[in-house]
């Protein structure tokens, strides 16, 4: 122990939780029909098949760094710096936004829980497209670990990330 971690204490950051995106379950990434999210090919991945509201919500206090022009996914910038995506189903940029309605917008500080999307799942499935909802943490090298709970029901009350800062 240094001279200074006596005197002022060894601080060492706090880890970073993160909750749900929206109500449904957390399922096992292997069940994700497209590699780019079932590969972790973006970064460490969780995947949640919806409940029935249709909303995702904001997993942590940040900021919106892209609400897409489809709605279908946005990427947020938690106060940690931790980039996250979320992607609602699985190639519903084909949908052109048909079925999605943006709640946020670019650079918009959002608070945990605040809801970001609405998306219809009937409009979805009427595609003939999953509705699963992939959540990527895109820039895992700047933190310790990333580790994602196990599959199980959540809802957006439900802490479902735990990032480790790095070290001092």
Request: glycine share 8%; charged share 20%.
């Amino acid at each position: 122990m240094g001279f200074f971690d006596k005197l002022f204490g060894n601080k060492q950051p706090a880890n970073i939780t993160l909750k749900a995106p929206l109500n449904g379950e957390l399922i096992p990434i292997q069940e994700i029909p497209d590699p780019t999210f079932s590969e972790c090919v973006l970064g460490p991945t969780a995947c949640f098949k919806p409940g029935t509201d249709g909303t995702v919500y904001a997993p942590c206090d940040g900021v919106i760094t892209q609400i897409f022009k489809t709605a279908h996914a946005v990427t947020i910038t938690s106060k940690d710096k931790v980039e996250i995506l979320i992607h609602v189903g699985i190639n519903t940029v084909d949908l052109k936004g048909e079925g999605f309605e943006a709640l946020v917008k670019d650079d918009e500080e959002v608070k945990a829980g605040q809801p970001l999307i609405k998306f219809d799942q009937e409009v979805i499935a009427r595609a003939g497209l999953s509705n699963l909802v992939p959540m990527v943490i895109c820039n895992p090298t700047d933190f310790q670990s990333v580790e994602f709970t196990t599959p199980r029901a959540v809802t957006t009350n439900d802490d479902i990330c735990t990032i480790i800062p790095q070290s001092n």
